[in-house]
């Protein structure tokens, strides 16, 4: 029997888990669901929650949850939860433990391998750091594969007649292209393109950005000092982006969203793609460059694939169509097959015989420095050694020169990135040869590259004329520092002891029958505002109005229990003042 390996899409707004059982591909139900919200949060009793329990506290507990951590991954930044903070790793280390322990319970077996995938875009950093977050989470990442790479395997799997697709991958957070080649049964990828910050998410905040307006312009009130509204109106307008994928018109409203005013609008569907089709049009410039990279043109493509949530988005569809000419497709859920095709690698990888053959590629052009004239004037500059689209693993090597006599020693650099200046990249490493020949300017160093099939260099330096070498593996974090041991004990404080025990998936304290409690407050609230246009006693007045004040500040903070108070003395009030 097989080792098993699982294949993990770890997203920015959701994650999935799938694996390869008897020659079939299985998404694992997590939660009961086969989307897991990427959502980590601490509960009011002190416990870890994550996926859907967390998100469910997101508009009740915003300090006490983080959403959309993908993409500050490889940031050297520190999060906050409650009154604890954590890294990027460690966040998306809870997220992946979550998914491990639930498939390990639906599966009946441990869970110790997995393939993750991450946007093809992803620089080595933030590669990095999501072999990191598997670490933490108790996984051996076999593998970092590409999402749209991912993707291309679980449509190619099998396929042997020639085609050439593009894979378009659109998803909460980040954004990704490939041209692919399937053949034979070889799936290569010839280009790939993207954009590590945009995505639904980005559609969501201009809506957001949108009713913000129309809330100030209505009421008077700036809502960007309240940070409370703010959730809500993520919420709703999320919400309200789905209706419109299917829907020419989504209706809004939330009750007392600043504690004292209603907000409803109606949204037009033709309305929120003028809002986003500037963002669109920055995923069509992509597609164009990776087309051109791979030397081709829209009428050399047979199919045009989707992949990704916010691909359902109608107007994406006729973009593509207009300038490919092409009808985009997506026989395969958009949500789930990227991790298909990461358990797809998995399984080869566990060593069954593969269904398709993998070539990928890196995104990214990998570059040493060098000092070049310029009239007068010296300046450092990018040699490329590793051009990007280049197919992995790879190795190649380029020459250098000593700038001086009887220099004995030199500085080897490597950058990540297109522009001819370095300080226009992102810096991977450096290192020192000492010890060089003393010998006249023009001493030969080979430097050469060693790109494996995760995207991690292991660079070079030879002196040509005596084999003196030095060979390093880069720390592809740059300037981000990262301690892998003090992360497991942070990690460890967390989800140690009863923080083990997931928090049951029902709703969280201070959402806890807000719904029921609203229709009873609505109701009470109509009846104690009829009761101040009567003749009443100042002191009942004034009683009614501190409920009615009380009641909206339940409801505008989503506070169920609260709400419920309130609605408890507004009606023995009233039922004292109708009598």
């Known amino acids: 029997m097989n080792e098993l390996i699982v294949g ?3 997203g920015t707004t959701n994650s999935e888990l799938a694996v390869v059982r008897n020659g079939q591909v299985e998404v694992i139900p997590i939660h009961g669901q086969l989307i897991m919200p990427s959502c980590v949060g601490i509960d009011a ?4 929650v994550v996926g859907p329990t967390a998100k ?7 300090d006490s949850t983080v959403l959309s951590i993908k993409r500050r991954m490889g940031e050297d930044i520190r999060v906050t939860l409650k009154d604890q903070s954590f890294s990027p790793e460690e966040i998306s280390a809870f997220i992946l433990r979550e998914l491990k322990q639930e498939a390990e319970r639906v599966l009946g077996q441990p869970v110790h391998k ?7 875009f992803f620089n080595e950093r933030q590669r990095l750091a999501t072999q990191m977050a598997g670490k933490l989470a108790d996984l051996d990442v076999v593998r970092i594969l590409n999402e749209p790479t991912a993707a291309a395997l679980a449509y190619g799997a099998g396929d042997t007649a020639a085609e050439t697709m593009l894979v378009y991958d659109l998803g909460g957070g980040t954004f990704d292209v490939s041209v692919v080649v399937v053949e034979s049964g070889v799936v290569e990828v010839k280009a790939s393109h993207g954009d590590t910050h945009l995505g639904g998410d980005d559609f969501d905040q201009l809506l957001v950005d949108r009713a913000v307006a129309e809330f100030q312009q209505r009421y008077g009130t700036d809502l960007h000092g309240n940070p409370q509204a703010l959730r809500r109106l993520k919420v709703v307008m999320e919400r309200a982006k789905w209706v419109l994928s299917d829907e020419p018109y989504a209706s809004i409203r939330e009750e007392y969203l600043d504690g004292e005013h209603h907000f409803e609008m109606e949204l037009e569907r033709i309305e929120y793609e003028r809002l986003i089709q500037p963002l669109l049009e ?5 597609v164009h460059q990776s087309l051109e990279d791979a030397r081709l043109e829209p009428k050399d493509l047979h199919k045009v694939m989707l992949v990704g949530g916010a691909t359902r988005t109608p107007l994406v569809h006729r973009l593509l169509l207009e300038r490919l000419q092409l009808e985009p497709r997506f026989e395969i859920n958009p949500d789930l097959i990227v991790a298909m095709g990461a358990a797809l690698q998995g399984a080869v990888l566990a060593g069954e015989k593969p269904k398709s053959i993998l070539v990928d590629i890196t995104p990214h052009t990998f570059s040493t420095t060098a000092i070049s004239d310029f009239g007068d004037e010296e300046r450092v500059i990018c040699v490329p050694i590793l051009p990007r689209n280049t197919p992995l693993p790879a ?5 250098v020169y000593t700038r001086y006599d009887n220099q004995d020693k030199t500085l080897v650099e490597a950058y990540q990135g297109e522009n001819p200046l370095p300080e226009q990249n992102i810096f991977i490493g450096a290192f020192r040869v000492e010890g060089l020949s003393r010998v006249p300017e023009g001493n030969p160093i080979l430097i050469h590259f060693e790109l494996d099939l995760n995207g991690m260099l292991k660079v070079t330096a030879t002196e040509k004329i005596t084999g003196l070498a030095k060979t390093v593996t880069m720390d592809t974090r740059g300037e981000h520092r990262f301690d892998l041991d003090e992360a497991r004990q942070n990690v460890a404080a967390l989800m140690g002891s009863s923080s083990l025990v997931p928090a049951p ?3 969280p304290a201070g959402e806890a029958g807000l719904e029921e409690a609203l229709t009873i407050a609505k109701e009470l609230r109509k009846r104690g505002e009829a009761l101040l246009q009567t003749s009443l006693d100042s002191d009942d007045a004034d009683e009614i109005n501190l409920l009615l004040r ?3 500040a339940a409801i505008a903070n989503r506070d169920g229990a609260d709400l419920k108070d309130a609605n408890n003395a507004l009606s023995d009030l009233l039922f004292y003042l109708e009598d």
Request: aromatic letters at 0%; charged letters at 20%.
């Open 8 to 10: 993990i899409d770890l």
């Open 45 to 48: 009793q002190g416990r870890l």
């Open 56 to 62: 469910n506290q997101l508009v009740a507990a915003p």
């Open 114 to 120: 997995a393939v993750i995938t991450v946007p093809a």
């Open 282 to 286: 920055k995923t069509l410039h992509c």
């Open 395 to 399: 190795t190649k090597s380029e020459v």
């Open 505 to 507: 998936p029902s709703e």
């Open 550 to 552: 009380r009641s909206a």
